[in-house]
């Protein structure tokens, strides 16, 4: 049996196999752990600023979607996300 529902398995492969996760030139950057405290706390607050906003984007999406199948694969993302 599956570890993953099928939308997690179908989200896993896409985003495992894309460019930005293969060959991240700014991950392989900061890998080597050479940031400045300043550059650091950028990428802290940059963060933030995307975890507050992607709550309410995906609840909006699930809001708005056209489909139940939507509805319910956006609210598996929102209850992941939110620890649920």
Do not use: M
């Not at 099928?6 to 940031?35: D, I, Q």
């Amino acid at each position: 049996a599956s570890v993953h529902s099928p939308l997690a398995s179908s989200a896993l492969t896409a985003v495992s196999s894309h460019p930005v996760v293969t060959r991240n030139e700014y991950c392989s950057w900061f890998a080597k752990g050479e940031a400045t405290d300043e550059q650091v706390k950028d990428l802290v607050v940059q963060f933030s600023v995307f975890s507050n906003l992607f709550l309410l984007a995906q609840l909006n999406k699930v809001i708005n979607s056209p489909t139940l199948e939507g509805a319910r694969e956006g609210k598996e993302i929102l209850a992941n996300e939110i620890g649920v």
